[in-house]
């Protein structure tokens, strides 16, 4: 069969999506069907693993199904099973894992374990401008879970260029919308808040740019500050809430784009790729696009948070190149990419 006729199912459960996909030609989205837990989850502030992990295990099988039935293919079509083995919350990646496991016997096909990471970074691979990528790249992986920058040199291949120290950006926006009462997860609610507020009303801590530690972030002194701030006002309701919003989202746009802009052009990178959860993020898209003469490449928002696609996307280039995982693969809760 030749690569472009590849076709792979894709299971993602790290979290509380439960995803599957199927793609054909590691770059055509057949199906992608995303059941979100995120209204479980609100009422708690934050993801619950026991909840989510239950949830996967009632919804699994039915959007496997839906993600078939809307490729109008067969499971005698496919070429293999993928699913992310981490990282991610043990109970979540099991369901996911369980049931790959489970079709690949059932139905005799060969099975991967992909790293969620890598997924986020193949997510640029599912837009239009997936030809014109040319390595090296530059890609900054912000999400809920990691905030990390790395040069992939190839497909496959990855420089560790700077990481999070201590929060992930999207774990610093959660928490500061939190914070200021906006709804979980709080990475939407700030970036709508803020389109209403003075980014420099706040003058928020740019910390590692102003502490210089290299290319790694830090975003735990920046969520301090905004705490600090918050506990001047004797109410939400005397709250300069979208203000704080663009003030605090100011700061961590800032860091991101001035640490990329930096590395990117000391690697000489072709292309700065942004993905995960807050690369949906519009002052983060609009800011690196201004401030960058590369091109800047992000993926529509709904590939930027957790989907199956973008790991059927990162499988195809590891099937294509000869690689199987035996059945007895475990989960990895805190798999490294590099
Ligand atoms: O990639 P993702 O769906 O899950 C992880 O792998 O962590 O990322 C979720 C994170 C959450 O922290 C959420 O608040 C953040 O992405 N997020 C955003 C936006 N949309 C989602 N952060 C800032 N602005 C957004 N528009
Ligand atoms: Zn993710």
């Not at 005698?76 to 919350?89: N, Q």
């Not at 992930?168 to 009462?181: Q, S, T």
């Not at 009303?201 to 910390?207: D, G, S």
């Not at 975003?219 to 605090?248: C, E, I, N, W």
């Given at each position: 069969m030749s690569d472009d006729l590849t076709r792979i199912l894709a299971i993602e459960t790290s979290c509380d999506e439960t995803a599957a996909a199927v793609i054909a030609g590691g770059t055509t989205m057949l199906s992608n069907v995303i059941a979100s837990q995120t209204e479980l989850h609100a009422r708690y502030g934050g993801v619950f693993p026991e909840v989510a992990s239950r949830r996967h295990v009632e919804v699994i099988h039915a959007i496997v199904e839906e993600a078939m039935r809307e490729a109008h293919i067969g499971f005698g079509d496919l070429d293999c099973v993928a699913v992310t083995r981490g990282p991610g919350l043990v109970g979540s990646l099991l369901v996911g894992v369980n049931m790959a496991k489970g079709l690949a016997v059932a139905r005799n096909l060969p099975i991967l374990g992909i790293n969620h990471i890598e997924g986020h970074i193949y997510s640029l691979w599912l837009t239009e401008e997936a030809p014109h990528i040319r390595f090296p790249v530059l890609t900054l992986v912000v999400s809920g879970g990691h905030t990390e920058m790395y040069l992939m040199t190839d497909h496959g291949r990855y420089e560790l260029l700077g990481a999070a120290l201590d929060d992930a950006a999207g774990e610093a926006f959660d928490k500061v919308g939190r914070l200021l009462g906006l709804p979980f997860p709080g990475g939407p609610a700030i970036d709508r808040a803020a389109e209403?507020?003075?980014?420099?009303?706040f003058r928020f801590p740019r910390a590692v740019m102003e502490?210089?530690?290299?290319?790694d972030f830090s975003f735990s002194g920046l969520k301090t500050a905004v705490m600090r701030q918050v506990s001047q006002y004797h109410s939400p309701a005397t709250m300069p809430t979208a203000d704080l919003a663009a003030s605090f989202q100011a700061a961590v746009v800032d860091v991101l784009v001035a640490k990329t802009a930096a590395a990117a052009e000391a690697v000489g990178a072709t292309a700065v790729h942004i993905a995960g959860g807050?690369?949906?993020n519009r002052a983060l898209r609009a800011t690196m696009r201004a401030r960058l003469e590369l091109p800047v490449r992000v993926p529509p928002p709904a590939l930027c948070t957790d989907n199956a696609a973008m790991i059927g996307a990162a499988a195809h280039f590891h099937f294509i190149r000869g690689r199987r995982d035996s059945l007895d693969f475990d989960v990895v809760p805190s798999l490294q990419l590099v």
């Amino acid at each position: 069969m030749s690569d472009d006729l590849t076709r792979i199912l894709a299971i993602e459960t790290s979290c509380d999506e439960t995803a599957a996909a199927v793609i054909a030609g590691g770059t055509t989205m057949l199906s992608n069907v995303i059941a979100s837990q995120t209204e479980l989850h609100a009422r708690y502030g934050g993801v619950f693993p026991e909840v989510a992990s239950r949830r996967h295990v009632e919804v699994i099988h039915a959007i496997v199904e839906e993600a078939m039935r809307e490729a109008h293919i067969g499971f005698g079509d496919l070429d293999c099973v993928a699913v992310t083995r981490g990282p991610g919350l043990v109970g979540s990646l099991l369901v996911g894992v369980n049931m790959a496991k489970g079709l690949a016997v059932a139905r005799n096909l060969p099975i991967l374990g992909i790293n969620h990471i890598e997924g986020h970074i193949y997510s640029l691979w599912l837009t239009e401008e997936a030809p014109h990528i040319r390595f090296p790249v530059l890609t900054l992986v912000v999400s809920g879970g990691h905030t990390e920058m790395y040069l992939m040199t190839d497909h496959g291949r990855y420089e560790l260029l700077g990481a999070a120290l201590d929060d992930a950006a999207g774990e610093a926006f959660d928490k500061v919308g939190r914070l200021l009462g906006l709804p979980f997860p709080g990475g939407p609610a700030i970036d709508r808040a803020a389109e209403k507020g003075n980014p420099a009303a706040f003058r928020f801590p740019r910390a590692v740019m102003e502490g210089g530690h290299g290319y790694d972030f830090s975003f735990s002194g920046l969520k301090t500050a905004v705490m600090r701030q918050v506990s001047q006002y004797h109410s939400p309701a005397t709250m300069p809430t979208a203000d704080l919003a663009a003030s605090f989202q100011a700061a961590v746009v800032d860091v991101l784009v001035a640490k990329t802009a930096a590395a990117a052009e000391a690697v000489g990178a072709t292309a700065v790729h942004i993905a995960g959860g807050v690369s949906a993020n519009r002052a983060l898209r609009a800011t690196m696009r201004a401030r960058l003469e590369l091109p800047v490449r992000v993926p529509p928002p709904a590939l930027c948070t957790d989907n199956a696609a973008m790991i059927g996307a990162a499988a195809h280039f590891h099937f294509i190149r000869g690689r199987r995982d035996s059945l007895d693969f475990d989960v990895v809760p805190s798999l490294q990419l590099v």
